[in-house]
């Protein structure tokens, strides 16, 4: 667990369960991790970072050289996985993605709605915050290590040939191969945060499209292989971005003017379809010109 305070004893921003901090590492590297301590308390976040050896870097950098009392840049909070207000939910993890979920389940017993956590994992040793959960919420929390009860029986864990009741959601964060699985089952029901990006499918347009920087009139030419970021970067046009992958939010940008082929992982379908925002790290434009507030 990784502990936050602000420097000078003050309080830190609020959030609400879902929300998550990006991580600026002294080292250069961005990661984003998810809030799992109680909004209520602001004098404190706490994140969880899984100790990847085989990862990019980031989880080894913060257990092995950022030692008790070190500085650390924070961007945020950001929520783009909040929780909507429902009489029942199903909460889904896998392994790690069990993080954005504690606050969740906290909001949820607090507001009076019935809920239950389906909680997978490699092995029981591997899962964090078991005890806990079991604690807090005890019979709420179903856990399936893979190692002895096999992978997740989603059909019968969602319900079964009658699915879930009316007015339940499923919030469901983890591997993709779980969220995959998971949207299959219950699509319309569904919010999810992944921590990879999936399949985003073939582009709309496979030729170039123009950028237009509302401000200041310039447009730009974006090449099938360039991004958006990409250009405006070497535009000098200066955008905040971390994953780059379409999975943190990070450089969302107003949208002014013309529709996007939105390729990220973070809108949900009515954003999309309001089409007022737009992950330049990944999404295009569905039309010869956009114009973006910048």
Request: with cysteine; net charge negative.
């Amino acid at each position: 667990m990784l502990d936050l305070h602000h420097p000078d004893s003050d309080v830190l921003p609020a959030w609400e369960a879902g929300a998550h901090i990006d991580l600026i590492l002294p080292n250069g590297l961005v990661r984003q991790y998810s809030l799992c301590s109680t909004p209520e308390d602001r004098r404190s976040w706490r994140v969880a970072v899984l100790r990847e050896p085989d990862g990019r870097g980031g989880s080894t950098f913060i257990h092995d050289e950022l030692p008790l009392g070190s500085t650390v840049r924070v961007r945020g909070p950001r929520n783009h996985f909040p929780l909507v207000p429902a009489p029942r939910y199903v909460f889904i993890a896998g392994g790690i993605g069990i993080t954005p979920l504690i606050p969740m389940m906290t909001a949820a017993s607090s507001a009076g709605a019935d809920w239950q956590l389906i909680y997978g994992g490699r092995s029981l040793t591997s899962m964090a915050f078991v005890e806990q959960l079991v604690a807090e919420h005890g019979h709420r929390v179903a856990v399936h290590p893979q190692d002895t009860c096999g992978l997740l029986n989603l059909d019968a864990l969602l319900g079964g040939p009658d699915g879930l009741p009316d007015g339940t959601l499923v919030y469901c964060c983890g591997p993709g191969p779980l969220i995959d699985a998971v949207e299959q089952r219950c699509t319309g029901l569904l919010h999810v945060e992944r921590f990879a990006p999936g399949d985003a499918g073939e582009p709309v347009l496979h030729g170039s499209f123009e950028v237009q920087v509302a401000s200041t009139g310039q447009t730009l030419t974006v090449s099938p292989d360039e991004s958006v970021l990409e250009v405006l970067r070497c535009n000098g046009i200066g955008i905040d971005a971390a994953c780059e992958e379409g999975t943190c939010g990070t450089c969302e940008t107003r949208v002014l003017d013309g529709q996007i082929d939105h390729r990220d992982f973070v809108l949900t379908a009515a954003e999309r379809e309001q089409n007022a925002l737009m992950m330049v790290c990944v999404s295009r434009a569905a039309c010869p010109r956009v114009i973006l507030d910048l």
